[in-house]
């Protein structure tokens, strides 16, 4: 086609909000804006959008307003009730996107003065055109692993019941029954359908406060999307659901380091014995450690035992905006480090699960501190994770503890790295050794 034909022309994305009972109202003549930062809003096209993939919800903002562009008058609006019904209060409408999704923008509202924090959720910008929900998202891993439709509830609950059979009296199989049946956790419900991953959470305890925390909150403000394990598996009971997983899936991944436990490196005197036991049976399956990273001497052990790969969680490798989202408790980011470079001169497969925010992550001196990072030490993949926190208070901590330019865009900081480090893996999930091409 031409360059201008019609088809091709981007077009505004129409604004969306929400009414006191939660229905969705399209809002014409009103264009769709995205935020990355308080001070940085994003007009929405159909050319910077895709259509709201498979699994994504709308929700609702409670406390915030949404923030429009004035089609007839150019003009940016606050709307804090409908303009086609005077009095009726809006409410801004952000989407929850899709595994495997980076976002570029977040919902654009301002806050009411009383407004509470709000629930662990990444809040992406939508709007609507051609009769869908569009966002500005980016596509970083097309595996289905944690895709719905491949989940079916039934074919889960008869998992649990061939594993209950199999392993009636192994309490770790017992507690990812509850993750898949009750949290609807898909890493659970993979260990039931014999694909993919299977997780292995250990550790009642932690050594940092990630301000977004899903297994555990202090203070009452934010509830914990799930609770915590409150025991300790064997090793024996950790091997029985590895071995079980890794014999029946080709290319299986076992994974330490959940979002229902604590720091597993903390429970290494366990960990160890149980990646041993795995590897006297079997050389089979990778098995891989999601972690903070935060006592490389500790690593060193699980190292030695057998460990596969390591993924380390990151919001910043700036320290100062480290330690402010996840303030560790009697280690420094400096711990940090060293763990990776042990894990990269041992020859492990290495991972940074990136918790990313626009307006933050996209910062000038973020990508510098982050491209300058992997030269130094490089690492093989990123897992880019959409940051679940309220995405202003985020932005306000993170602006305080240290300096953040005006936004490149997560576009342009995805494009930047792809030329920097041709070889660097971008995606979501921990790959099995099969895949790992390095």
């Not at 940085?40 to 699994?55: E, H, K, M, Q, R």
């Not at 995405?391 to 503890?401: G, I």
């Amino acid at each position: 086609m031409k360059r201008g034909h019609p088809s091709k022309r981007p077009r505004p994305l129409t604004a969306l909000a929400a009414d006191p009972e939660g229905r969705i109202l399209e809002l014409p003549g009103f264009q769709a804006v995205g935020m990355a930062g308080p001070e940085v809003f994003i007009p929405l096209t159909t050319s910077d959008t895709i259509v709201l993939p498979y699994g994504g919800e709308l929700m609702m903002l409670p406390g915030r307003r949404p923030v429009v562009l004035d089609l007839e008058s150019g003009a940016r609006r606050i709307l804090t009730e409908n303009p086609f019904e005077p009095g009726q209060p809006l409410f801004a409408v952000s989407a929850f996107n899709s595994p495997g999704y980076v976002h570029a923008a977040v919902s654009a509202f301002v806050e009411d003065t009383d407004a509470r924090i709000l629930p662990l959720f990444s809040y992406d910008a939508v709007g609507w055109q051609d009769g869908a929900f569009r966002t500005p998202i980016l596509r970083v891993d097309r595996e289905p692993r944690q895709d719905l439709r491949r989940m079916p509830r039934e074919r889960v609950v008869a998992g649990v019941a061939r594993m209950r059979r199999r392993m009636p009296d192994n309490r770790l199989r017992k507690h990812l029954e509850r993750c898949a049946l009750e949290y609807g956790c898909p890493a659970g419900k993979n260990f039931f359908l014999g694909r993919y991953e299977a997780p292995l959470p250990t550790s009642r305890v932690c050594n940092a406060r990630c301000l977004g925390c899903i297994s555990l909150q202090s203070g009452g403000e934010i509830r914990s999307s799930q609770e915590r394990i409150d025991f300790t598996p064997t090793a024996e009971e950790i091997a029985e659901v590895a071995l079980t997983h890794i014999r029946r899936v080709p290319n299986a991944v076992v994974s330490f380091g959940q979002g229902c436990e604590g720091e597993p490196l903390l429970a290494a005197d366990v960990i160890g014995p149980a990646i041993r036991l795995i590897r006297r049976q079997t050389d089979r399956g990778t098995i891989n450690l999601n972690s903070n990273a935060s006592r490389p001497d500790l690593l060193a052990a699980l190292l030695e035992a057998g460990l596969d790969s390591l993924r380390v969680s990151l919001n910043s490798v700036r320290p100062d905006v480290y330690s402010t989202y996840f303030r560790p408790h009697g280690y420094r980011f400096q711990d940090v480090v060293a763990s990776i470079d042990l894990a990269l001169s041992r020859g492990r497969f290495v991972s940074i699960n990136y918790l990313n925010c626009p307006g933050v992550t996209d910062a000038p001196e973020e990508v510098d501190a982050l491209t300058a990072f992997i030269r130094i030490h490089p690492i093989d993949m990123i897992q880019w994770r959409n940051l679940n926190y309220d995405p202003l208070r985020y932005y306000r901590a993170m602006a305080a503890a240290a300096p953040l330019g005006p936004p490149v865009g997560m576009s342009r900081l995805l494009g930047r790295l792809q030329t920097a480090f041709p070889r660097l893996i971008h995606g979501y999930f921990n790959p099995p050794k099969e895949k790992w091409h390095r």
